[in-house]
């Protein structure tokens, strides 16, 4: 079976620090040991939170993270009021939300945020280290000076694996590139994936492709449908709700 990955992206939703670190816990306890996030997910919160999370566990749990989007980190800077802001900024900026429409995708902004992401998450490394949803395929030159920057940082112990996450019309050649260990797309691009052979391979919007199928199944028993016809297929799954956090343990 393919490892489940516990999406970290929603976590700043809920108000407070304290359940944040109830949820992730609980997903620890759970069994989960793959955790996906972003900086772009909560302004730098669902890092720092996740990284609270795992100081003082045992387990040995792989992390992927991202980079490319701008965002102000402003949750990683006021944890506690950070609910408080993202209400506030939504009220008064007229832009609020514009940096998601904005990539960069450069050396140095790929070693600076993962400097970022590696000190909110407490690590020295992370597992998966992915270009995060190109609004446009790249460049061939942008991907070699990429892909040369990710074997240099792959050298120096700070990723592990190195790749891309989002739509596989965005991902151009990437999906192809010998560079790329890993692919991170929604579950409905599975079919375009077919010939990434080697790659690991990650799908997210597992829930929304349920709710499409409708089919009268429990999602756990879809998960396992899924899993089970896709051999090494690895799935990000999510909730920010304990009770439906709970309903995952038949996934374990």
Same mark, same amino acid.
């Given at each position: ?9 929603? $976590? ?6 304290? *359940?944040?670190? &109830? ?5 620890? +306890? ?14 730098? $919160?669902?890092?720092?939170?996740? =990284?609270?999370? $795992?100081?003082?566990?045992?387990? +040995? ?24 802001? *993202?209400?506030?900024?939504? $009220?008064?900026?007229?832009?609020? %939300? ?17 400097? %970022?992401?590696?000190?909110? /998450?407490? &690590? ?10 190109? /609004?446009?395929? /790249?460049? *061939? =030159? ?9 074997? #240099?940082? #792959?050298?120096? =112990?700070?990723?592990?694996?190195? %790749? ?12 192809? +590139? ?8 929604? /579950?409905? +691009?599975?079919?375009?994936?077919? =010939? ?57």
């Amino acid at each position: 079976m393919g490892a489940l990955i516990f999406g970290v992206g929603g $976590l700043h939703r809920l108000p407070f620090g304290s *359940r944040r670190i &109830r949820v992730l816990n609980a997903a620890l +306890d759970l069994g989960f040991r793959d955790f996906d996030v972003a900086p772009a997910y909560g302004n730098g $919160l669902n890092e720092l939170e996740l =990284g609270r999370a $795992l100081a003082s566990v045992r387990y +040995d749990c792989r992390i992927t993270t991202k980079f490319g989007i701008p965002i102000d980190l402003y949750g990683e800077r006021h944890p506690s009021l950070f609910y408080v802001l *993202r209400g506030a900024k939504k $009220l008064v900026d007229r832009h609020y %939300g514009s940096e998601y429409g904005r990539r960069i995708f450069s050396p140095e902004e790929m070693q600076k945020s993962l400097e %970022g992401s590696l000190r909110r /998450l407490r &690590r020295d490394y992370v597992d998966d280290f992915m270009i995060h949803e190109p /609004l446009v395929p /790249l460049s *061939r =030159g942008d991907i070699g000076e990429l892909s040369e920057k990710a074997a #240099r940082l #792959r050298q120096q =112990g700070k990723i592990r694996r190195w %790749g891309v996450a989002g739509p596989v019309s965005s991902m151009g050649t990437l999906i192809a +590139d010998p560079a790329i260990d890993v692919i991170q797309f929604p /579950l409905e +691009d599975l079919p375009a994936t077919s =010939g990434t052979q080697g790659k690991r391979r990650i799908a997210f919007g597992v829930y929304r492709r349920y709710k499409e199928a409708a089919d009268g199944k429990a999602f756990t028993s879809f998960v396992k449908d899924v899993v089970d016809r896709n051999k090494g297929l690895d799935v990000i799954i999510s909730t920010v709700f304990p009770a439906t956090l709970q309903g995952f343990g038949g996934l374990f």
